[in-house]
């Protein structure tokens, strides 16, 4: 759900107007690419949720496991506005999804191989 949530916030055109409230709202999905990111979460984090680093979104099977990780990653994307002094919101990881942000596109599926 929350992939589908950040395509059509990311893309939609009738969305265009409510885009830039919506972005920080969005919750960075997590799948296996993300939960192994070591630049995302330390073994600390994934173990104290009791994940490791080959842990897919399968893992993640309560409500407070999700909880916890996305409020480790809003405090993680707060660090990079404070150091940056740019907003930068929980969902600019996903450029890390498949080494996204190394890709040209002016969209989503641009980006994606």
């Known amino acids: 759900m929350d992939l589908y949530i950040e395509h059509l916030v990311s893309m939609a055109a009738d969305l265009e107007e409510a885009r830039a409230k919506l972005v920080p709202l969005l919750f960075l999905p997590l799948d296996s690419q993300i939960l192994a990111h070591p630049g995302l979460f330390t073994e ?67 980006t994606n191989p």
């Open 44 to 110: 600390r984090e994934l173990a104290a949720q009791g994940l490791t680093r080959g842990s897919t979104y399968k893992d993640i099977t309560t409500e407070s496991t999700h909880s916890a990780f996305q409020a480790l990653l809003g405090q993680k994307a707060a660090a990079v506005t404070d150091a940056h002094r740019r907003p930068f919101h929980v969902i600019y990881f996903d450029l890390v999804w498949n080494d996204r942000y190394r890709r040209w596109g002016g969209n989503l599926f641009e």
